[in-house]
């Protein structure tokens, strides 16, 4: 199985929104609703931020949201702020009992 | 409030065995999944496999011919094992739960740096 596929990169001025894309198969992302979104700072272990495609965990600000279409998740950021820079990693439960993480995208906030 | 905290060796000769343990606190590893997730310098995160605590497995296919991992609930730790270990097997090493139902990581390790090198 390869990775799930996110952009390398993308930015943002503060306040702004930005989508971050998660493109797998229908033998993952499409097939299952079980993607979540983890957000690592440099140095940190990385910490759940969304859950079954477009559940918020407690604690975690309402501006991230998730959604899914077809083989493709997206994580949105609205009203970016400087704490949100950080890199983000897509992940998915896919056919035959095995997990997924996407490459991982790297948040610039302008 | 669950706690894991990854154990091991920082440094392995090439062709060698990498041994790490996670070990659970402020709860009970019974009734869960665990998972072993690593982290090459300057790469991405890759899942490495995981394991319940009846101690049944499944493994990333690209490592299964080298990995193991095993359950001791008496401990309430898990471990891995990875041999013949190469310079590629560089990496932060992170253990953590999966939530119940099994469909995120809901508590993670702060990570161990694994270095091969001779």
């Known amino acids: 199985q390869s990775a799930l596929t996110q952009p390398r990169s993308v930015s943002g001025s503060p306040g702004q929104s930005v989508t971050i894309s998660c493109t797998g198969t229908?033998?993952?992302?499409?097939?299952?609703?079980?993607v979540s979104w983890y957000q690592q700072h440099p140095g940190k272990a990385p910490k759940l931020m969304i859950y079954?495609?477009?559940k918020r965990p407690s604690g975690v600000p309402d501006r991230f949201s998730g959604s899914k279409s077809a083989n493709t998740a997206s994580l949105t950021i609205s009203g970016l702020q400087a704490e949100d820079e950080a890199d983000y990693y897509c992940?998915?439960?896919?056919?035959?009992?095995?997990?997924?993480f996407g490459g991982g995208t790297k948040l610039t906030v302008l | 409030q669950v706690q894991l905290q990854e154990s091991g060796p920082g440094l392995v000769k090439p062709s060698e065995t990498l041994s790490l343990t996670c070990t659970v606190s402020g709860g009970s590893i019974n009734n869960y999944f665990w998972t072993w997730i690593r982290q090459p310098p300057g790469k991405g995160l890759e899942w490495i496999g995981f394991i319940y605590s009846s101690g049944s497995t499944n493994y990333n296919p690209s490592l299964k011919s080298r990995v193991t991992i095993s359950v001791d609930t008496s401990k309430n730790q898990f471990s891995l094992k990875l041999n013949s270990v190469t310079t590629t097997d560089t990496a932060v090493y992170y253990c953590?739960?999966?939530?119940?139902?099994?469909?995120?990581?809901?508590?993670w390790g702060q990570g161990t740096v694994v270095t091969v090198s001779s």
């Open positions: 079954d495609v477009g």
């Open positions: 229908s033998s993952d992302v499409g097939g299952y609703n079980y």
């Open positions: 992940y998915s439960y896919g056919v035959s009992n095995y997990w997924l």
């Open positions: 953590a739960r999966y939530s119940s139902p099994p469909y995120f990581l809901d508590y």
